[in-house]
């Protein structure tokens, strides 16, 4: 049987019947995404301050570095998005160079760790560790 309504001469489809337990079924589900999906915005909403609160950070500390001492040298500076690969000490690592230096390939002989600017500016205290959770009056 199919649903439909018809009032001053339209006919509006409403639709197939359902029971309302799978209705509810089904509601239930919709509800459980999408409060997956807002779960998961607000961790990368949180995620953005953080980085936020990183660079925001960095160019205070620039600023009062250079107010003390000056304009740095052009090669001082560290530019921003960086990476850092980090290994153990006795991991022989090979490197190849493009001719215009766009693209560089590491090997290394032994496990290796990636770290971007964000993980170092966290563990350099930009973030005054509120990636962790743990405050304090510092």
């Given at each position: 049987?199919?649903?439909?309504?018809?009032?001053?001469?339209?006919?509006?489809?409403?639709?197939?019947?359902?029971?309302?337990?799978?209705?509810?079924?089904?509601?239930?589900?919709?509800?459980?995404?999408?409060q997956q999906?807002?779960k998961e915005?607000?961790?990368?909403?949180?995620?953005?301050?953080?980085?936020?609160?990183?660079?925001?950070?960095?160019?205070?500390?620039?600023?009062?570095?250079?107010?003390?001492?000056?304009?740095?040298?052009?090669?001082?500076?560290?530019?921003?998005?960086?990476?850092?690969?980090?290994?153990?000490?006795?991991?022989?690592?090979?490197?190849?160079?493009?001719?215009?230096?766009?693209?560089?390939?590491?090997?290394?002989?032994?496990?290796?760790?990636?770290?971007?600017?964000?993980?170092?500016?966290?563990?350099?205290?930009?973030?005054?560790?509120?990636?962790?959770?743990?405050?304090?009056?510092?």
């Amino acid at each position: 049987a199919v649903v439909s309504t018809q009032s001053t001469g339209e006919i509006k489809w409403k639709g197939l019947p359902t029971n309302s337990h799978q209705e509810c079924a089904q509601l239930e589900v919709h509800k459980s995404e999408v409060q997956q999906r807002i779960k998961e915005k607000k961790k990368h909403a949180q995620e953005l301050m953080l980085q936020l609160i990183a660079y925001r950070t960095l160019i205070q500390r620039n600023r009062e570095l250079e107010e003390r001492t000056g304009p740095l040298p052009e090669n001082a500076a560290i530019k921003v998005p960086f990476i850092i690969l980090s290994t153990g000490p006795s991991t022989q690592i090979g490197l190849e160079v493009a001719d215009d230096k766009t693209e560089y390939e590491f090997t290394f002989n032994e496990l290796f760790e990636i770290h971007n600017e964000i993980a170092i500016l966290k563990k350099m205290g930009f973030c005054y560790n509120l990636d962790t959770g743990v405050y304090g009056s510092e």
